[in-house]
């Protein structure tokens, strides 16, 4: 692998696009089953999926629920109207010849997220002033000890549409095998700006999104299962340069947080040394070797001319009223980033108890019920008033996690002792 050394001539440019398998019970376009754990291949389909002639696409109601959701959730805009179109091309795992997406009117556009990186070069202040975004205080002052920063990340658009089948190349033989189970299940593209300047602000930004589409409940976001599924742009441009590079590399279908760094790291590298020779990197989509940690080239990358894009003839257009975006406001959950600062501010964890916390959904909360039982407990047994510490006891139940981990049901019965040390051992 090439080793990534870091460059003052040359600044990164990155984007990514990522794709989230959505939990719906069936697919986007019909009523095949949707089980990502399906094992047995060519399970999950019917007419619709293979693209039999006389079929129908029948859009997912819930689909369209979440793909919204994430769309609040990315502080984007969601128009009144959105649409499907088609996308033309032509492989084996895409039995129709055309992808059923989102071209000109996505369901959400223009949002962006915050995330928390560390400070290089520039102050907090001058950061702020250059990318025109406002820090609240106290995100400041939590991060100000550990010279972090709050880096906002543009999101151009999330749009809604439905996956493709998986090719198995058999290592050695003269053939390949297509899978359809994955073929028509639903998925968002979310497609952020160029606003990226490394590969660990990208890793950071990755996991701050699957965190959020945890919590929202829109996918199991399981990078290993491919549930999730990121695609980095990367270029590099002279520092001091506004203008983007004229040419951009993608590499496709990364499957983990740490190929996703090593794949910019290297691609990073590359481009800086092509670049030094006086050349320009082509513009390619390339894959990562797991295996030998490197880039490969796989084909020229297309351009929009290219897909052939035109509406969805059978397929009416979508609406969002006002009501509908309301009540999808109203049942928004605790958002990671709310839920960190809370957590900081209530129950005075060290930031990497936190970060334990808020990365284990189901955990977070299973903490605050155990807080809430214990905290009724004190309300009710006067006896133990004075004498107990909540915010050691905090402080006892979160370091497990610090030292590789103990199971939630020790975790509960370390604080119950604790809290009542009358009441009997367990098992």
């Given at each position: 692998m090439k080793e990534f050394i870091s460059s003052t001539e040359y600044n990164p440019v990155i984007g990514f696009e990522i794709h989230v398998q959505l939990n719906t019970k069936s697919k986007m376009f019909s009523s095949a089953a949707n089980n990502p754990d399906e094992t047995v291949p060519n399970t999950n389909i019917d007419e619709v999926v293979t693209g039999q002639p006389g079929t129908l696409p029948v859009a997912n109601k819930e689909a369209i629920r979440l793909s919204a959701m994430v769309g609040l959730a990315l502080n984007c805009q969601i128009d009144e109207f959105s649409k499907f179109d088609r996308k033309h091309y032509f492989y084996p795992d895409l039995p129709k010849g055309y992808q059923i997406s989102q071209y000109n009117k996505p369901i959400a556009?223009?949002?962006?997220?915050?995330?928390?990186?560390?400070?290089?070069?520039r102050s907090l202040a001058d950061e702020a002033i250059s990318n025109q975004t406002e820090i609240a205080s106290d995100a400041l002052a939590m991060t100000n000890s550990k010279k972090m920063r709050v880096k906002r990340i543009g999101i151009t658009r999330a749009h809604l549409e439905e996956d493709a089948g998986k090719n198995i190349h058999p290592e050695g033989l003269p053939y390949s095998l297509v899978d359809y189970n994955r073929a028509g299940c639903a998925l968002l593209e979310i497609v952020t700006e160029p606003d990226i300047e490394s590969a660990e602000e990208g890793r950071i930004f990755l996991q701050e999104l699957r965190n959020i589409i945890r919590y929202v409940g829109a996918s199991t976001a399981d990078m290993e299962k491919g549930t999730m599924r990121c695609e980095p742009n990367i270029s590099v441009r002279k520092p001091g340069e506004t203008t983007l590079p004229n040419y951009k590399v993608e590499v496709k279908n990364i499957n983990s947080f740490k190929f996703a760094e090593s794949a910019v790291n290297y691609e990073i590298a590359r481009h800086i040394e092509i670049l030094k020779e006086g050349k320009t990197p082509k513009q390619v989509t390339m894959g990562w070797n797991e295996k030998d940690s490197c880039t490969v080239e796989q084909r020229s990358k297309e351009d929009v001319q290219d897909y052939r894009?035109?509406?969805?003839?059978?397929?009416?257009i979508l609406q969002f009223s006002k009501e509908y975006l309301d009540e999808l406001k109203a049942i928004m959950p605790e958002l990671p980033a709310q839920k960190r600062v809370r957590f900081l501010e209530e129950f005075g964890l060290p930031e990497a108890d936190v970060e334990n916390l808020i990365n284990w959904k189901e955990l977070a909360f299973y903490f605050e019920d155990v807080v809430s039982e214990i905290d009724e407990w004190i309300k009710v047994d006067k006896d133990i008033k004075g004498s107990f510490d909540s915010d050691a006891l905090a402080q006892d139940v979160v370091e497990p996690l610090s030292h590789g981990g103990s199971s939630s049901s020790s975790l509960f019965v370390s604080w119950r002792r604790q809290a009542r040390p009358g009441l009997p051992r367990c098992g």
């Open positions: 556009r223009d949002g962006y997220l915050d995330i928390m990186v560390p400070v290089i070069a894009y035109m509406p969805e003839p059978d397929l009416p």
